[in-house]
C-alpha cells in the first residue's frame, strides 16, 4: 500500500533543526474540535505507527505530500517526500491509491473553496514556506487524451 510508509518515514511530522515550529493550518471545524495542533520538533499525536488521530486528523495532513494553490487552483507535491515518484507513476491508474487520494484531495479542496478559503490560502502559505514544491502534473495514460474542438 502506498501510504504504509508513511509510518515508517514519519518525515512530514518533524520540523527540522533551524525552523520554527510548525502550527498545522485547521479548517474552522477542524478548530473546534482540536484547538491548534503545533509541531515543535516532531507532532505530538504521532505515534509508532503513524499519527493518532485516525478520522480527525486534520486535513492539511491528510492533503500531504500535496500542497493546493488557490490562486493557481493547481496541485503541488513536496519535492523531499520519497513517496512522490511512485505517487506521480500511479496517477496513469485511476484505481491506484494516488488516484484515489488525488479524487479525495481535489473533492475536499472544492469544498474548502466555497465553505473555508481563508484555509486554504494559509495552509498554502505555511505549504510554500516549509515544504520544497513543485508542480503535480498527472500524468494522463495514452489514447485518454481530451481532444479540443475544431
Given amino acids: 500500500m502506498l501510504f504504509d510508509h508513511c509510518a515508517q518515514c514519519q518525515r512530514c511530522c518533524h520540523v527540522d533543526p533551524g525552523f520554527p515550529p510548525l502550527e498545522v493550518t485547521l479548517t474552522q471545524q477542524e478548530k473546534k474540535g482540536l484547538g491548534s495542533v503545533c ?3 516532531h507532532c505530538e499525536h504521532l505515534g509508532s505507527a503513524g499519527c493518532t488521530l485516525g478520522e480527525s486528523k486534520p486535513f492539511s495532513c491528510k492533503l500531504y505530500p500535496l500542497a493546493f ?3 493557481s487552483k493547481a496541485f503541488f507535491f513536496d519535492t523531499d517526500c520519497p513517496l512522490m515518484s511512485t505517487y506521480q507513476s500511479q496517477l496513469h491508474d ?3 491509491e494516488a488516484s484515489s487520494h ?4 481535489t473533492d475536499t479542496v472544492q469544498a ?3 465553505s473555508d478559503p481563508q484555509f486554504l490560502r494559509a495552509n498554502y502559505g505555511i505549504d510554500s514556506y ?3 514544491l513543485a508542480p503535480l502534473v498527472p500524468r494522463v495514460p495514452a ?3 481530451k481532444k479540443g474542438r475544431a
Fill in 94 to 96: 485511476p484505481a491506484s
Fill in 102 to 105: 488525488l479524487r479525495q484531495m
Fill in 69 to 71: 494553490n488557490p490562486k
Fill in 39 to 41: 509541531i515543535e520538533n
Fill in 130 to 132: 516549509y515544504f520544497d
Fill in 112 to 114: 474548502l473553496a466555497a
Fill in 143 to 145: 489514447g485518454t487524451a
